[in-house]
Every structure is written in structure tokens, then in C-alpha cells.
């Protein structure tokens, strides 16, 4: 089935240590989103790839970072993790950016800093 | 800003009671609306949508309306079932731009046998 898989579901890592998450895709969509979900909050967007156009938000910290290497795959690099980064991390995709397209999400990486 | 409100949780029901879970939005222009189910352990799903006033989206026997004047996009469904059972967000994507979807914190529902 076409999906949007992210890799590993659960990651735990130090203080300060870069982590990446992985998402991939089979559905050939030109959007890719990358979502921060912490605990009790609403998903809040960090940015997002339009074929290899990167688009991030204002109010993203500097210590995330992305990477598209083709249409399939995209990358969340968190180069220092600080216990506030500790949430769900979710990634989607959409055919085209207009606003009344459907994104279609991934099951999540729930990141644990310690 | 744009922004979602939505009732507060978790919301608990017996199979086949009536469901609403509301939801109000702040946004201008004229946003298309959503709402997305999360079951346990997956990620999030579009459920239904509508992209003018008075449009109406359902799915699986869910439903909601776009209230212009009311600003609101309340989901319904006449009889839930326990596989019901999931967190339910509303959200909304400015006409403006890219696709950027702002969601509402979540409603959880729990739906007893």
C-alpha cells in the first residue's frame, strides 16, 4: 500500500547528541512536512519541502535542520537536542501545496532526550 | 493568527450515543477546514473536510458543517461505535500561500461498550 513510513517509531537519545529521523514515501508527493507534536499540544509545523524547495518557519529554531535527498526520502537533523525537543515528531506529505489539499501523515517518532 | 479551538477532553460515551465535538476557528479569508482522527499507535488520518461556507463533509458516518457566521466546524456522528475510540483535531489551512495546516489541540474520545 502507498504510505508514509517514519523510521525508527521511538527514539531516545542524549543531551546535546545530533539525532536524524527518517521519513519516506511511496505515494510520489511533491510536499513533505515535518511536524513537532509535544505532549497534550497540537502538531505545530517546523517546515516544509516543495519538490527541493525548502520552506521553513519563522518561529523554527535554528537546531533543526532538513534534508530532501530525492522525492522519496526526508530528514529531520536535530543537531542538539535539548529536553524541551523530547515530542512526537511527525512527518507528511501532500500532492501540491494548495490549501484545501489533503496531507497525508505518517504514524510518528516519538523522540526521548535524557 | 489563525487558530483552532476545541473542547477540551477526553470525552466519554456509551456505543450508539450522539457525538459532538466542537470546534471554533479564528482565521481570515476563507479557510478550508479539516478534521483528522489519530487511533492509538498511528498517525494522523483526514476524516472529512470542507472548503466553503455551508459545505458539508462526512465520512464513516461523521459529520460537520462550515459555519461562516459562527466561525465553528463541529463534529457529529448520530451513533458511535467503540472502534470510535481515538483523538479527534480539528484544523484549518489559510486560502493564502502554501498549505499550512493549524490544528487544534485535540479531543480524545472514548466510547465504552
Known amino acids: 500500500d502507498a504510505m508514509v513510513i517514519q523510521n525508527p517509531r521511538y527514539q531516545v537519545t542524549q543531551f546535546g547528541k545530533p539525532v536524524t529521523l527518517s521519513c519516506s514515501q511511496t505515494?510520489?508527493?511533491?510536499?513533505m512536512y515535518w511536524y513537532q507534536q509535544k505532549s497534550s499540544q497540537a502538531p505545530k509545523l517546523l517546515f516544509h519541502?516543495?519538490?527541493?524547495?525548502?520552506?521553513n518557519e519563522a518561529d523554527t529554531p535554528d537546531n533543526f535542520q532538513s534534508r530532501r535527498p530525492n522525492t522519496s526520502f526526508c530528514f529531520l537533523d536535530i543537531r542538539s537536542p535539548g529536553l524541551g525537543d523530547a515530542a512526537m515528531y511527525l512527518c507528511a506529505t501532500s500532492g501540491h501545496r494548495g490549501f484545501q489539499e489533503t496531507q497525508y501523515f505518517g504514524p510518528g517518532t516519538r523522540l526521548l532526550v535524557l | 493568527g489563525n487558530s483552532v479551538t476545541q473542547m477540551e477532553g477526553p470525552v466519554t460515551l456509551s456505543e450508539e450515543a450522539f457525538l459532538t465535538i466542537n470546534c471554533t476557528y479564528t482565521a481570515t479569508g476563507y479557510p478550508s477546514l479539516f478534521w483528522y482522527v489519530q487511533y492509538p499507535g498511528e498517525g494522523l488520518q483526514l476524516l472529512l473536510k470542507?472548503?466553503?461556507?455551508?459545505d458539508k463533509g462526512s465520512n464513516k458516518g461523521f459529520e460537520a458543517t462550515y459555519r461562516k457566521e459562527t466561525t465553528s466546524f463541529h463534529l457529529e456522528k448520530g451513533s458511535v461505535q467503540v472502534s470510535d475510540s481515538a483523538v479527534y483535531f480539528c484544523?484549518?489551512?489559510?486560502?493564502?500561500?502554501?498549505?499550512?495546516?493549524?490544528f487544534g489541540t485535540g479531543t480524545r474520545l472514548l466510547v465504552s461498550p
Open positions: 470542507a472548503t466553503k461556507a455551508d
Open positions: 484544523a484549518l489551512s489559510s486560502n493564502t500561500g502554501f498549505q499550512k495546516l493549524v
Open positions: 519541502y516543495y519538490d527541493k524547495d525548502f520552506n
Open positions: 505515494l510520489n508527493h511533491n510536499v
